[in-house]
């Protein structure tokens, strides 16, 4: 059964049936990103693609509520022409997940996915401040609002972002969104380590001349150097200044040299979309979260177990890693490094088959996954939306 | 103030104090830590919200994490509630006790415990106040960014419950935007790590869970914050106009016109004047309304910035423009807007609010506010953050005039109304607490409460945590029963 329906109330009859007969859903954007997480059977597929559309904007607030089916491309043109954007830089995987269709608001929501940009300016889940949702008994409820500053009852937009649709489905969703910035430039410094990258990245980014991103690309990822990105972003005047202030204090790790306009642009969108690592197709790729400063220490550690290509975002902070799928897909040796650092690792991307074997989203403490398996009958106490997608039993 | 009703204390609990006291010494390394004489209580018996009080059962101070795991064991065992308490700054009430509750206070637990400037995060206890950890990491060239007015007294952990903000979150975001992981004590004890020093959490976003909910989820003992470079500068000025639309649409085009300044902080007369015989600030005391417009960067950034602000200002009229040309009178500014609250107490009573609205709003909204409280037959000051549509209506009134109390609590509510009904809510940054608690149905459906109330239960079950704030009093479970 596949279920697209056209309104939020239709969506909240069909949640009712299917609870009242107890049948699975799957829950789904565009579907661009349904091969993330465990592989699942459902009795059927709840799309919010037809819940499309802008709700409220009001550009002299910074607010914009779009319907959860609106495609983010077109979220992302209606900001640009008012000079605005989303702040977090959302991603585009439909190269490195080899899919095809439109990624959705409510996706990206559900996944809490940012870009390069989110070490500076926060993730999805800082720049969201609103919700609708159903949850899985059909109730339509709100989180949240259209004001930037409300603490009125518990936060439930925090932990609704970044749930993939095992809680409720997300039917629309606000979010402040800031001035696009006047330009951009990048600085690259060649030739450094990832260790050594890695210092300089978490260098600039305590410094006052704000890096709006930070990302290492080593040896043979897009080039045979290695490359060390910084990006600054605003008016023109200042991040000339900005660029020539932070230069200077990285003149120990190298020369910076500017990269600007179309050059910079498609570098970061590589960085944000992992299109680097998307060939060869039989690699699997893992997504580590760490304090910025031990990445490339983590990485160092996995190298002397397996071969590997990594490049560094997020000032060190995130690292996209592909290698064989051979065994277990390097899972012990990569959750070993990581959690050793205070991090954790996902499995974004696998065969069904390695994914249904090896959990790919990362494990937790036992009282927390105690309080997740609470929370989620809170929300969903008959089990129906994407019953066993992070974990088996959530 | 009686208008707010506490839940009825349990007397079993109130005939064991004796035997409940006793127990805590037992749990603590420094029996001193328990307080249970009433003069040595008295202290306890409020916060901010000074409308409201009662003497808990007995006050513990905990030194560490194990303390307040092996206490709470305890209390929840014996079906005691407890309230948890920072330094008792809540403006809502959210640290006000019951008769029949014991106060678990984090006041002992301050230290600074791991700077790493490399990751730009800090670890510490969270009965360290908000400024001390700015204090701690300046020598570092850092500072942490939330700044509520009362930073120099108000605990982490108290920020934390409320998901506290401050005059210069329009650009640096709230506690929720600054928080990177808790160490998270349950009622029943135990003890959970969430987040940390990694950007992202792994599993459900719990960090953001906990963060806002009024210390009804568990006590959060550790925290990790995210640290900033701070600023090479920065300078405010002051824009002076003749009405507060004109003040109000100012904000909407400087936004509008794609500049994000740090703080844009809105007063009207009569808080411009209570705040200038305080400060002595250099305000124009004969203005309508005074926007702070903040900006920060270079001198040459901050020269560029302003000026494209002034030109704004311009076009609506501004009457007087007064820019900082030293730090002394940058501090000077911000002194006379951070003592707002306090100076409004040397001159009269009074009531805070807090709500927030979509800021197209505000002249509609100023206008409205000050017709509900000319008709309650008090008086209004507003000092509020412009930028982000939080507004702090203060009502004056004369505490001993319990008719006066009566009529301030009852426009104090029309106002929040108000906020909602125009698109906004009740509480930007104060949070709940008691003050708000029966008014949440005004912004809230039943299922969007009793959603709420089942998140609440997954980590307190018997809502022993802070009980008869946020939910109104017939949503608990003993209600339900």
Known sequence: MRFEPESEAQAAEVVSACAEKRLSLRLEGGGTRSAIGRPIATAGVLSSRKLSGVTLYEPAEMVVSVRAGTPLAALEDLLAGHGQMLPFEPPDYRVLLDSSGEPTVGGIVAGNLSGPRRVAAGACRDSLIGLRLINGTGEILRAGGRVMKNVTGLDLVKLLCGSWGTLALITEATFKVLPRPEDALTLCLRGLSD?????????????????????????????????????LEGF????????????????????????????????????????????????????????????AEAVARIREARPCTVFYDWSGGLVWLATSEEGDGGAAIVRAAVEARAGHAWLMRAAPELR?????????????RQLEEGLKKAFDPFGLFNPGLREAGL | MTGIAFPAPDPRILARKAEIVAALRRLVADPSAVIDDPVELAPYETDGFTAYRCLPLAVVLPASTEEVSRILAYLTREGVRVVPRGAGTSLSGGAIPLADAVVVGVARMNRVLAIDT?????????????????????????????DPSSQLACTLAGNIAMNSGGAHCLKYGVTTNNLLGVTLVLPDGSVVELG?????????????????????????????????PKPEGARPVLLAFASSEAAGA???????????????????????????????????????????????????????????????????????????????ETAQIWKGRKSAFGATGRIADYICMDGTIPTSRLP???????????GYGLRVANVFHAGDGNLHPLVLYDVN???????????????????????????????VGLEKRDLMRHQFTEAELAQQAAVRRVFDPLELLNPGKVFPLDLTVKAAA
């Open chain 1, 195 to 231: 260790a050594e990258a890695v210092a300089a990245m978490c260098a600039a980014m305590g410094t006052p001349f704000a890096p709006s991103a930070a990302a290492h690309l080593p040896a043979g990822v897009g080039s045979p150097e290695p490359r060390t990105l910084l990006r």
């Open chain 1, 236 to 295: 023109r005047d200042a991040i000339r200044y900005r660029a020539e202030r932070l230069a200077q204090l990285l003149a120990e790790h190298g020369r910076a040299e500017p990269i600007e306009g179309a050059e910079s642009a498609a570098l970061w969108r590589a960085v944000r979309d992992v299109t680097f690592l998307a060939e060869p197709r039989d690699r699997v790729i893992w997504r580590l979260s760490l304090p910025p400063r031990r990445g």
């Open chain 1, 356 to 368: 249904a074997r090896v959990p790919p989203f990362p494990p937790r403490a036992a009282r927390v």
């Open chain 2, 118 to 146: 490399a990751n730009r995060t800090a670890r510490v206890q969270t009965g360290i106040t908000n400024l001390a950890i700015s204090e701690a990491v300046a020598e570092y060239g850092f500072f942490y960014a939330p």
């Open chain 2, 196 to 228: 940390g020093e990694a950007l992202d959490q792994a599993g459900y976003d719990l960090v953001g869970l906990v963060c806002g909910s009024e210390g009804q989820l568990g006590i959060v003992t550790e925290a990790v914050v995210r640290i900033l």
């Open chain 2, 250 to 328: 100012c904000v909407a085009d400087i936004i509008g016109a794609g500049i994000v300044p740090v703080a844009i902080e809105f007063m009207d007369n009569p808080a411009i004047r209570i705040c200038e015989a305080f400060a002595k600030a250099g305000y124009p005391t004969e203005a309508a309304a005074m926007l702070i417009v903040e900006v920060e960067g270079s001198d040459a950034e901050i020269d560029a910035e302003l000026a494209r602000i002034v030109a704004i200002a311009r076009k609506h009229g501004v009457i007087a423009i007064k820019e900082s040309r030293s730090a002394t």
């Open chain 2, 364 to 374: 509609e909204v100023l206008r409205r506010i000050d017709e509900i409280v000319r």
């Open chain 2, 401 to 431: 005039d319990p008719d006066q109390a009566a009529r301030a609590e009852a426009a104090g509510a029309d106002i929040l109304k108000l906020c909602v009904e125009v698109g906004g809510c009740l509480t930007g940054e104060h949070g």
